[in-house]
Nanobody, 120 residues
Framework: QVQLVESGGGLVQAGGSLRLSCAAS????????MGWYRQAPGKQRELVAR???????KYADSVKGRFTISRDSAKNTVYLQMNSLKPEDTAVYYC??????????????WGQGTQVTVSS
C-alpha cells in the first residue's frame, strides 16, 4: 500500500502564498506522475498540476503563472507553491500518485486532503 501525507494548507488572504507538501511512502515501485487535484464545494475534483517522473509538468489554465509544482524524487515528495492566491482557489487539495504495477497495471493513490481557504 502507498501512503500520502499532505501538509501546508490553511487560511490566507487574497494575494498571499501557501506551499503544499506531499510525502509518499510504502509500496512505491515505478512512479508515473505525482500531482495535486482540488475540489471545491459543489464542484467536481479537478487537476491543478502534476509532474511526471521525467519532470514534465502540466497545469490547469486557471493556475498557470501563479502555481509551481516541483518534486524531490529522492524523498518521493511533491510540492505545490501557490502564489497570488484568489478566493476561487479555495478548495480541498488532494495529493495524487500514479504508478505502474506489473501485476495490475496503472494505479492511483490519494492523500486525505488539505483545506486551502483564501479570503477576499
Amino acid at each position: 500500500q502507498v501512503q500520502l501525507v499532505e501538509s501546508g494548507g490553511g487560511l490566507v488572504q487574497a494575494g498571499g502564498s501557501l506551499r503544499l507538501s506531499c510525502a509518499a511512502s510504502g509500496s512505491i515501485f515505478s512512479i508515473n506522475h505525482m500531482g495535486w487535484y482540488r475540489q471545491a464545494p459543489g464542484k467536481q475534483r479537478e487537476l491543478v498540476a502534476r509532474i511526471t517522473n521525467g519532470a514534465v509538468t502540466k497545469y490547469a489554465d486557471s493556475v498557470k503563472g501563479r502555481f509551481t509544482i516541483s518534486r524531490d524524487s529522492a524523498k518521493n515528495t511533491v510540492y505545490l507553491q501557490m502564489n497570488s492566491l484568489k478566493p476561487e482557489d479555495t478548495a480541498v487539495y488532494y495529493c495524487n500518485l500514479n504508478q505502474f504495477l506489473v501485476a495490475s497495471g496503472w494505479a492511483d493513490y490519494w492523500g486525505q486532503g488539505t483545506q486551502v481557504t483564501v479570503s477576499s
